[in-house]
Every structure is written in C-alpha cells, then in structure tokens.
C-alpha cells in the first residue's frame, strides 16, 4: 500500500479539520459535500480508500483482522437561538461552538487524525487493517442507513469503535428499539344499532390492557429493565358508526436482556386470548447492543483509558447495525449537548480523543500480536 505522503503527526490539526467539517452543512440525505471533503483528505494522505454512494472507508495494514472506527457524516437541522452561525464554528473561552461539532464530527475528525497519524509515523497492524468508516443516514431514521450500505463492500469487521459522544468513557452496552402496532379488528354497524356490531375500540381497550400487564422482569446490569409504552391509538370514522378497526403503537426500550423475537412472542400470547387482534411489527431494524465479556476491544479501550468508567446507553446509534462483531460506543464531548443549540465541544476534548483512538489501535493490535 501507499505511505503517506501528507505530514499528519498526532493531533495536529485535529481542530482545524473538525472546523473545516463543521463548515459543510451536510443533514441526512445531503452529505455528498461532507463525503467529497472526507476522500479528498484521504486520498491525498495516500492512504487506501474506499466510496460507496457518500459513505467513505480508508485504512492502513492488509491482514484480516479488521478493526473500524466508525462514525456518521450527518447532522441535524439548527436549532432555535444558536449564539453562533450553527455552520460558522467558533471557538470561544476552550469551546468549540458549531452543528455536529459533539454529535458526531468530533468523533469523525479525531478517528481520521488518529489512522493519518499512526500511518504516518510508519505504524502498520500486523496481521490485519484498521479502518476509518464515515457513514451517512444515522440521524434521519430512514430505511436507508449508510453502514447497512457499506458493509457489503468492506471485509469482514473483526471489531469496532463507534463514535459517538461518551466522554470517552466506554459504553458497553446499548438500548434497542422495537415499534409494533397492535390491530384490533371488528364489524361496523350503525350507533343506534351496536349489537348488529363488534366494537374494535372495545377490542383494542382489551388489548391495550394485556400489554400493559405483561411483565419484564430481566434487567441489563448496564441497562436496566426493558420497557414496552404504549404511545399512540387510532379508531373510528364517524361518531355514529361503529367502528370495524382500532391500532394502537407500542414502543419498547429493548435492552440484550430479551431478544425483539423474544418480546414479540410474549405480546402475541399475551394477546391471544382476545381474538380479532393483529400484532404488526412496524420497526425491527434497532436491536440492542452489548460488548461480549472478555472482548479484545473492550481490553483496548480499557488500555487506553485508565480511569474508564463503563455504562450503558439509553440512545441508539449505528452500534445497531454493527451488533454481530464485538463493539464499544466511545467518542469525545457530552451526549446531553447533541441536537441543543448551544452543540459545543472542548477543543481540549478533540485533540485527547486523538491519542485515545491511536491508543486503541495500538491496544488492540498489540493483543493480537503479542
């Protein structure tokens, strides 16, 4: 493979680059900009690049144990009261102001600097490759997601980091989301004449019941209990007529305690007794996440950040889509200010991430190797 050829040495220009990207207002769906600024850098680092569609992967080493840093290129929309342009960055008194600057181009810039840094100072893995993977549709929620994209033209993923803000303590574990939509069906017939019918509100007021008594009683020792809401209903046309359908959503909180499969045969049989009712899975694509004990990423990040304190995570990421390799969520700045107005990272946050991530690598390849 290619040396590279730009001078990248360990933090340098971690924050001008992350400043650069905050520039691109790149929103879910619109990330081509963000992509095109991303090969570019790569490409002229000389170090292996690979693009599909506008998710970026480039890396260092040819073994077969691949390590991925990855993280998303998208944002979302400003908010409300920015004290700054929201794609203007800013550094005020150590902070820097700016849209995606916690969530998560932190992450992004300072995985990019760590690989162009360790290449450049002559470090290669033995016996496999790391790789940074930038990656597009994380915050739209879409059925498109850039990982799902990406992953068929990358090798296999031994391990990964996934960036996202944790102040580079390591989350170990990562609640699921799984939406179903209960249909309850009857027989329409007039108001004034509701024994001709069969009332699907009464139906789903049954139902809606049955859920609510069923009980989760495993708990995530990271997570805690698993959690199932009811969060929206709908039924009827008209007030005179007796209504032939009423659904109901249920939004459950899954943690690895339960399996979606598992959370779904206990609704179905919960419901069963009532009759007429429909169980619909609406969205099964988030499952919950959890580091495998004894992983060697877990090792490495543990390495390399001495005081770290491991915890798990009630937002989703795109762990979810890395949730078959052995995985740790762990990036720079506070989770509390992604999607504020007041997004803001410590410029001193960035360039530590840097020696984080170098330390991961080294880390993790070092196990391997010894």
Known sequence: MAHATQSVSAHEDVVSLLRDWIAIPSLSTEEA???????????????????????????????DDTLVFNTHLDVVPPSKDHPFDPFDPVVQDGMLYGRGSVDAKASGAAMTNALLSLAHDGWRPQHGRLMVALTTCEEGGGMYNGVQALRPHLPDISAAVVGEPTELQPCVAQKGLLILKIHAHGTTSHAGRPHLGDNAIATATKALQAVESITLDREDPHLGPSTMTVTTIEGGTARNVVPDHC????????????THDALITQVETALAPIGNVEVEVYSNRFVPCATPDGARIADACTAAVPDAQPFGSPTASDWAF???VPAIKLGPGISERSHTAGERIEVAAVERAVGVYRSIARHYFGARDA
């Open 33 to 63: 900009a963000m992509a095109d600024a991303v090969e570019q850098h790569a490409r002229t680092a000389g170090v292996n690049v690979l693009r599909h569609q506008d998710n970026v992967a480039f890396w260092i080493g040819e073994g």
């Open 322 to 324: 890395l949730a078959d």
């Open 247 to 258: 659904v109901f959503a249920v939004d459950i909180r899954s943690t690895p305690a339960y």
